[in-house]
């Protein structure tokens, strides 16, 4: 049987998500309400930053990019941890599209923190308290992991969802 990703009838997108905290332990997330973004797939949950990585690009790259254009603030690579992957399979059935997503805490400085832009063209960026996390309109998914975030455990894992509903999940420690 021929395998669909080398048929070219499925793709995988890589991504990063990234999970920027401060000094005194809050964590930076996206609403995305923003109205000039009309059919976002992601639109009215909460997520961290990030984005898809660029031709010949590492995942750290992608980071990098990805904040300095959501956050406004340019970092160090030094202050980024890698707390694994995760794998998305059909997240984007419409397009048949699989996400592998590298997953990165970075702790910002004061000073830094407070370059960190309000809102952007996905919507408005806020510092959130790690027990109010579970409470925002997040994706389903994301319930299962961001605790790991939060304690900086690094994860490999995959989560599998039709449409908006979250079917199955295997998250495991590193």
Known sequence: ???????????????????????????????????????????GRWNGLGGKLELDESSLEAGLREFKEEAGVITEPDAWKSLG???????KAQKCEDWLVYLFKLRLTDEQVQRVVHQND?????????????????????????????????????????????????IQKL
């Open 85 to 91: 992957v995760l794998q998305f399979p059909n997240f």
């Open 122 to 170: 996905e919507g408005d960026l806020h510092w959130i308290e790690p027990a109010d996390l579970e409470g925002l309109h997040l994706w389903p998914g994301d319930r299962h992991f961001i605790l790991h975030v939060v304690a900086n455990t690094p994860i490999v894992g995959t989560l599998w969802y039709e449409g908006p509903n979250l079917k199955r999940v295997w």
């Open 1 to 43: 049987m021929a395998n669909p990703f080398e048929q070219a009838q499925r793709k995988v997108i890589p991504a990063v998500l990234i999970y920027a905290e401060r000094s005194d332990g809050r964590i930076l997330m996206i609403h995305r309400n923003s109205v000039s973004r009309p059919g976002d797939y992601h639109a």
